[in-house]
C-alpha cells in the first residue's frame, strides 16, 4: 500500500497537559486490556449461531448495514440507491460494491473529527490491518485488503469475537422473537457468551403497525392465549421466563417521551380490548404504553431482569425516505423530553425497591445535570446509562462526566455500552470510552479532587465492573 | 491516627497548565483570606442565640440534618432509617450515632468527585484536623476525635464564626417567624452580624398545607387583622418592617415556575377570600403566588429590600420518602423552567426600576445563556445569582461563567452564596468558589482576553464585594 | 496619549497550553489574511452608496447605533437618553457626543470577557490606531483621536473595505426596499462587491403593524396586482428576480418559532383575504407564516436563492422601551425552541431536494447536539450557520463546535457570518471566529483525532470557502 501511513497515537484523546497526559496514560494502561462487557446492542445474534458463517463484502459490513455511515453521505446529497441501500419496493439500486466503497472513501473526509470517522479508523486499522488512509486513491487497493482477510477463517465472527476478548454480549430481541440463533449458540457448545435481552417494544405499542399480528405470535411463542389484559400479561412473563432461560438479564424499553401513569386493571383491560378491535385511539395508545413501562418495573420486581429504557428518538422522521426504504435509515432526530413529572408514577410506585434496577438513557443532554443527575442521586431505584448513540463520542462523554458525575456520583451510573449493530467496531468503541474515562479521571487526580488510589479504582469500575454489576453478568 | 495523610493541594482545582496554574494561584491569593459575606443560606439562628450552643454528635453534625449527604446513601438502597433520620410517626430509627457514622464512612467514596465530598473532606481537615482518609476503618477513630473537638469552647458556634472570618451571616426566615433567635443575638451583644432575611412562602401559597394557620399567625405578628387582600398586603409591609428592624437586607421567594401576572386589586382580593374560605382553585393559587411576586417588587422599591427568587425545584418528589419523613429529605428535582415569557409582566412593571434589585436563581442551566444572561444584560433591576444547589460544584461553576459572563457581563452577577445549613461547610463552600473564580479569570488572562490588572479587581470583586454591594451589606 | 499600552498578544483566544498553542498559531497563520466573505449581516448598503459618505461622531459610530452597546450600560442603570438613543416622540435626549462618550469610556469596564468588549479592543486598536486603555480618564483624548481620524479619506467606507480586504459583503434588506443604494453601487462602478438579501418577513407576518401597507409597497415594487394569494407569490417571485438582477444570493427570514406547515393553496388565499381584510387571528398569521417559511423554500429550489432563517428571539421584550425608543434597543430576549417536530412539514416537503440549502440559525444552544446536528447530518437541503447574536462569542464557538460538529459534520456548517451593523467590527468579528476555529482544530490535532494536513484544510474552509460555498458566492 502506497501513501502516508496511518499512525493511531498511543496517547490519543488525551489531554495535552503533559501532567494529565501522563497520568491519563497511567490510568488507561490498566484496563486497555480488560475483557470486554458488553450489556446493551444490536449485533445479529446469527452470525454466531453458525461457525462458519461469514461476512459479506467490504461494503456489506462497513456501508450497506450502517445508518450512521450512509446518513452522513445522504446528508450531502448521495441518493441511498447509490449505496447500495435496499429498497422496499425492490427497486433498482447498486450492486457493483466497488462503486459503493469507492464513493464511501471519496467522502471519507466528510466523517473528520466525527466519532463514526474515529471507530472506523481504528477497526480499520486495528482489526484489518489497514495503515493508509481511506480516500478516492486508496479505495480500491483497501477493498481488496479487506476482502481478502474477509475470506480468512480469523475473520469468522466467533474468531473475532475471542480475538475481541468479549466476556460477555448481550443483544437485542423483540418479544416475539422466537430466539432460535440463541438456543442455536447454546446447543453448538461454542463457548463465547451471547445473551439474549427482552425488548417487548412490539407488543407494547397498541398503535403500531402490525401489533395485532404481533400479539397473536406473542401468543403463539407463550403458549398463553391472549385475549385480554391478564392473559396479555402473563404471555409477557412467560416469555420473560423463556428469555431468562438463554441467559437473558435484562429487558429493553424505546419511547418518545418518558410519559408513565398506572392505569388500574379494568382501565388496562378495557384499552386493551379496544386495541383488539382496532378502535384504540392515539391517548390510549399512548396512557397504555406509559402503564406497560410501570408493569415492567414490577415484573422486573419479580423476575430479576435489569430494565433499559432509551427516552427520546423520533423515528422515522423523514417520510419519503421511510416509505423508501424502511426504519433505520439514519432519520431518527431526538426531541426535548421532561423527565421530572413524566417518572414521578413509576417512582412512587417502584423507585423505592432496591431490588429494581432500571438504567435510564437519553437523547437531551440538558436532562442530565437537571433531571437525571438529581434523580438517581435520590432514587435506590434509578440508574443512568451511558450517553447514547449521537452522545457516544468524545464530546458527549465529557459532557456526561461534568453534568451528570458530581449530581449522581459515579456509582449511580453503570459503566459503557456499545450499543452497536456493526460487530466488529466493538473494540473501538469501548476503546474510546476507556480513554475518555482515563483522561476524564486523571483530570480529577491532577485538580487534586480525588487520589491516584481512587482514580486507579474509578477507572476499572468504568471500564468493567460497573456494567458487570449493574446488569448482573 | 494511622492510614496515609490526607494532603490538600495548595492548587487544588486550578488547571495544570502551569501558566494558568501560577496566574490561579496568584489571583487567589488576593481572596484567600478576605473576610466571607454569606447573604444567603439556612443557617439556624438558634445556634447563635446562645453562647453556649453545643452541636451534637458527629452524626448530628455531619449526617443527620443534611440531605445532600443522605440522600446519595439513599440512592445506593441505605435506608434512611438506618442513617438516624426522624420519622414523622415517631417510628423506630438508628439511634446509635457510632453506628449511622459507621454507614457513612463505608460509604465515603459514594462522594468521589462530588462537591459534597470535597466540602466534606476539607471541612474534616481544616476544621477538625482529621488527616485521615474517611473510611470504614477509620471511622470510628475518626468519630472520636470529632467528638472531643466539639466538647472543646472552640468549637461553639460563635467561636467558629469568629474562627472563620465571617464578615455578615444571613439567615432564611418565615414571615411567620417570631425571629426570636435574631432578637436574642441582637440583646445578647455579641458582634457577629447575623442578619434575618424575608421569606413569605408560607403565606403566599394560598392552597399550601397549614396556609390559613399561617395567615392568622402572620396577623398576630403584624398586629394587622388579616381579613383582605388589604390588609394582608399591610400585614406583609409591616413585618418586612419587622424583618429590617432586626436588620434584614433581603427578602427570598421559592416556587416550581417564574410565572407572574399582574392581578388588579379586585381580582387579588377575591382570591384572597376564596382561599380564606377554603375554595381557591389551583390556577387561582398560582396565579395569586404570581402576582405577589410582582407586588413584591414593587414593596421592594418602597423599603429598598434586595429581592431573591428561586426558581424550579420540584419538592418532595418521592412520595413515600415524604410521607415518612417529611420534606428537605433529598427528594427535591428540578424543571425545565420558562423565564423570557414568564418574567415579562413582572419586568415590563418594574425591571426598568434600578432602585429594584432582583436576583435570579435557576436549576436549569440551559437558561443560562438563552434567557437569563440576555435579560440581566438588558434590565436594570436584575442580577443573576450565582450557580446553585445541585450546580454549586466546580463543573457548575465553570458552566455558569462560560455561559453567563459573556453576554451578562460579570457587573450583573453578584457574587456568591453559600445557600446552606451545614455551618461548617461555610468556609469551604467559598474557598471552592474563590478557587473556581481565581482559576477562570486565570484562563482569560492567559488567553489575552483580560490584563492581569483586571483579573486582580475581579477576582475581589467575585469573592467579596459584588455579594456586599448587590446585597446592601 | 497617557497609561500603559494596550498590547494585543498575537497568541490570543488560544489554549495555554504550548503543544496546542504552536498549533493554533500554525493554523491560525494560513488564514489569518484571507480575504473576508461575510454572506449575511445589517452593514447599510447607503453608506458605499456615495464615495464621500462619512462616518459621524465616534459616539454615533461606536455607540448610538449599537444595541450591543448601550444594552449592557443600560442594564446598569444608565438610561438610554444619556446615550443620545432618539426617543420616539421627539423627547430630549443628551446631544454633547464627548459626554455620552465619557459615559460609555467610565464603564468601558462592563464589557470586561464580553465578545463586544474584545470587538471594541480591537477594533480601536487596529483600525483607529488607539493603544491605551479605555476608561474614563483617556476618555476625550481617545475622543480626539477617532475624531481626526474619521475626517480622512482613508475612513471612508470604501477605503476600509478595501483596507479590511472584504471579497463580498451581504446586507439584508426588506421585500419593501427600493434597493436604491443598491442600484447606487452597481452604478456607480466601484468594485467593491456589496450585495442584497431579500428578507420577505414585512410581507408575510400578516399581523404585524403596517402589513397592509407593506402590500401596498410590494405591489408598487413588484408591478403585480396584490389582491390574493396568488398575486402575493407572484409579486414576491419577481421581487426576487430583481433582488438576484442585483446580485443577490440568498433570503433571509426570522420567526418567533420553527413552526411549518403546508396549506392548500385554498386555505393560503382565504387566510390572505382576511388578512387584507384586517380580520385575520393571530392562529391564522401563525399557521400563514408557517406555510411562506415552505413556500418559500419551494421558491428557492426554483430561482437558486440560498435560504437562511433565524429562529427564536421574542423581539421587544420591554415595552417601556420599545413605546420610547422603538425596536432593535437591545431588548429582544432568546426563547426555547422546538425543531424536530416543527420542521418536519416543510422537510418532508424540500428536504430531500439538494437543490436547496436551508441554512438554519438558533439562539437556544440545547438544540445543536440534540435536534440541529441530527437534522443537518441527515437531510441534503440543511446546513447550520454558525453561533448566531448572543453565542456568536469565544465561549459561544467553542460550544458550536463541541455539540455540532461530531454529528453533523464539518461539512453541513457554512462558516461565519459577522451578522453586524458596526461596519468597522467585521475584521474584529472575523478575526475573532478565525482564532477559535485554528484553535479547536488544534485541539484536535493534538488529540489526535486529525491529521495536521487535515487541520490545514479544515482551517481555510472554516475561516473562507464554506461560506462562499454554501452561499453560491
Given at each position: 500500500?502506497?501513501?502516508?501511513?496511518?499512525?493511531?497515537?498511543?496517547?490519543?484523546?488525551?489531554?495535552?497537559?503533559?501532567?494529565?497526559?501522563?497520568?491519563?496514560?497511567?490510568?488507561?494502561?490498566?484496563?486497555?486490556?480488560?475483557?470486554?462487557?458488553?450489556?446493551?446492542?444490536?449485533?445479529?445474534?446469527?452470525?454466531?449461531?453458525?461457525?462458519?458463517?461469514?461476512?459479506?463484502?467490504?461494503?456489506?459490513?462497513?456501508?450497506?448495514?450502517?445508518?450512521?455511515?450512509?446518513?452522513?453521505?445522504?446528508?450531502?446529497?448521495?441518493?441511498?440507491?447509490?449505496?447500495?441501500?435496499?429498497?422496499?419496493?425492490?427497486?433498482?439500486?447498486?450492486?457493483?460494491?466497488?462503486?459503493?466503497?469507492?464513493?464511501?472513501?471519496?467522502?471519507?473526509?466528510?466523517?473528520?473529527?466525527?466519532?463514526?470517522?474515529?471507530?472506523?479508523?481504528?477497526?480499520?486499522?486495528?482489526?484489518?490491518?489497514?495503515?493508509?488512509?481511506?480516500?478516492?486513491?486508496?479505495?480500491?487497493?483497501?477493498?481488496?485488503?479487506?476482502?481478502?482477510?474477509?475470506?480468512?477463517?480469523?475473520?469468522?465472527?466467533?474468531?473475532?469475537?475471542?480475538?475481541?476478548?468479549?466476556?460477555?454480549?448481550?443483544?437485542?430481541?423483540?418479544?416475539?422473537?422466537?430466539?432460535?440463533?440463541?438456543?442455536?449458540?447454546?446447543?453448538?457448545?461454542?463457548?463465547?457468551?451471547?445473551?439474549?435481552?427482552?425488548?417487548?417494544?412490539?407488543?407494547i405499542?397498541v398503535?403500531?403497525?402490525?401489533?395485532?399480528?404481533?400479539?397473536?405470535?406473542?401468543?403463539?411463542?407463550?403458549?398463553?392465549?391472549?385475549?385480554?389484559?391478564?392473559?396479555?400479561?402473563?404471555?409477557?412473563?412467560?416469555?420473560?421466563?423463556?428469555?431468562?432461560?438463554?441467559?437473558?438479564?435484562?429487558?429493553?424499553?424505546?419511547?418518545?417521551?418518558?410519559?408513565?401513569?398506572?392505569?388500574?386493571?379494568?382501565?388496562a383491560?378495557?384499552i386493551f380490548?379496544?386495541a383488539?378491535?382496532?378502535?384504540a385511539?392515539?391517548?390510549d395508545a399512548q396512557r397504555f404504553a406509559g402503564h406497560m413501562?410501570?408493569?415492567?418495573?414490577?415484573?422486573?420486581?419479580?423476575?430479576?431482569?435489569?430494565?433499559?429504557?432509551?427516552?427520546?428518538?423520533?423515528?422515522?422522521?423523514?417520510?419519503?425516505?421511510?416509505?423508501?426504504?424502511?426504519?433505520?435509515?439514519?432519520?431518527?432526530?431526538?426531541?426535548?423530553?421532561?423527565?421530572?413529572?413524566?417518572?414521578?408514577?413509576?417512582?412512587?410506585?417502584?423507585?423505592?425497591?432496591?431490588?429494581?434496577?432500571?438504567?435510564?438513557?437519553?437523547?437531551?443532554?440538558?436532562?442530565?445535570?437537571?433531571?437525571?443527575?438529581?434523580?438517581?442521586?435520590?432514587?435506590?431505584?434509578?440508574?443512568?446509562?451511558?450517553?447514547?448513540?449521537?452522545?457516544?463520542?468524545?464530546?458527549?462523554?465529557?459532557?456526561?462526566?461534568?453534568?451528570?458525575?458530581?449530581?449522581?456520583?459515579?456509582?449511580?451510573?453503570?459503566?459503557?455500552?456499545?450499543?452497536?449493530?456493526?460487530?466488529?467496531?466493538?473494540?473501538?468503541?469501548?476503546?474510546?470510552?476507556?480513554?475518555?474515562?482515563?483522561?476524564?479521571?486523571?483530570?480529577?487526580?491532577?485538580?487534586?479532587?480525588?487520589?491516584?488510589?481512587?482514580?486507579?479504582?474509578?477507572?476499572?469500575?468504568?471500564?468493567?465492573?460497573?456494567?458487570?454489576?449493574?446488569?448482573?453478568?
Amino acid at each position: 500500500m502506497a501513501q502516508h501511513r496511518v499512525v493511531l497515537s498511543p496517547d490519543r484523546f488525551f489531554d495535552p497537559n503533559p501532567e494529565q497526559r501522563d497520568m491519563a496514560r497511567h490510568l488507561y494502561g490498566l484496563v486497555a486490556h480488560l475483557p470486554i462487557v458488553s450489556p446493551h446492542g444490536h449485533v445479529d445474534p446469527r452470525m454466531f449461531a453458525d461457525p462458519d458463517y461469514r461476512f459479506g463484502s467490504p461494503a456489506e459490513l462497513f456501508i450497506i448495514p450502517d445508518h450512521y455511515v450512509f446518513r452522513m453521505l445522504y446528508s450531502q446529497g448521495i441518493p441511498l440507491e447509490k449505496l447500495g441501500i435496499p429498497r422496499r419496493d425492490g427497486g433498482e439500486v447498486e450492486r457493483d460494491h466497488r462503486k459503493i466503497w469507492q464513493i464511501f472513501a471519496e467522502h471519507f473526509y466528510l466523517f473528520r473529527g466525527t466519532p463514526t470517522g474515529i471507530w472506523l479508523t481504528q477497526e480499520l486499522h486495528d482489526v484489518f490491518g489497514v495503515d493508509v488512509p481511506l480516500n478516492g486513491e486508496t479505495a480500491q487497493v483497501i477493498y481488496d485488503h479487506i476482502e481478502a482477510k474477509l475470506a480468512q477463517p480469523e475473520y469468522r465472527p466467533r474468531r473475532l469475537f475471542e480475538r475481541f476478548n468479549i466476556e460477555v454480549l448481550c443483544t437485542t430481541d423483540m418479544a416475539t422473537s422466537t430466539l432460535e440463533y440463541h438456543k442455536a449458540i447454546r446447543e453448538s457448545g461454542w463457548s463465547g457468551r451471547v445473551l439474549p435481552t427482552f425488548r417487548p417494544d412490539d407488543v407494547i405499542h397498541v398503535n403500531a403497525p402490525g401489533w395485532k399480528e404481533n400479539i397473536h405470535l406473542l401468543g403463539e411463542l407463550s403458549g398463553v392465549d391472549v385475549h385480554d389484559y391478564g392473559s396479555f400479561v402473563r404471555a409477557l412473563e412467560v416469555r420473560r421466563e423463556q428469555f431468562k432461560a438463554l441467559g437473558a438479564r435484562a429487558t429493553d424499553h424505546a419511547t418518545l417521551t418518558a410519559y408513565t401513569e398506572r392505569l388500574s386493571e379494568q382501565e388496562a383491560d378495557r384499552i386493551f380490548r379496544r386495541a383488539l378491535q382496532g378502535e384504540a385511539t392515539e391517548e390510549d395508545a399512548q396512557r397504555f404504553a406509559g402503564h406497560m413501562i410501570v408493569e415492567s418495573a414490577r415484573m422486573s420486581i419479580e423476575d430479576g431482569l435489569v430494565m433499559q429504557w432509551h427516552v427520546g428518538a423520533f423515528r422515522n422522521h423523514n417520510r419519503l425516505i421511510y416509505e423508501r426504504f424502511g426504519p433505520d435509515k439514519g432519520a431518527d432526530i431526538p426531541v426535548a423530553t421532561e423527565f421530572t413529572r413524566s417518572l414521578r408514577p413509576l417512582l412512587n410506585a417502584f423507585g423505592n425497591d432496591p431490588r429494581l434496577t432500571l438504567i435510564l438513557f437519553t437523547l437531551d443532554e440538558s436532562t442530565y445535570a437537571r433531571e437525571l443527575a438529581p434523580l438517581a442521586g435520590h432514587y435506590p431505584a434509578l440508574r443512568l446509562g451511558p450517553p447514547w448513540w449521537f452522545h457516544d463520542s468524545l464530546n458527549g462523554m465529557r459532557r456526561y462526566f461534568d453534568r451528570v458525575m458530581e449530581t449522581a456520583g459515579l456509582y449511580n451510573t453503570v459503566g459503557f455500552n456499545d450499543d452497536t449493530r456493526a460487530f466488529p467496531s466493538i473494540p473501538a468503541r469501548h476503546d474510546v470510552w476507556r480513554r475518555a474515562s482515563a483522561n476524564w479521571l486523571a483530570g480529577l487526580v491532577v485538580r487534586g479532587i480525588i487520589t491516584v488510589a481512587e482514580g486507579e479504582e474509578m477507572v476499572v469500575q468504568m471500564a468493567y465492573s460497573l456494567a458487570k454489576e449493574a446488569y448482573r453478568l
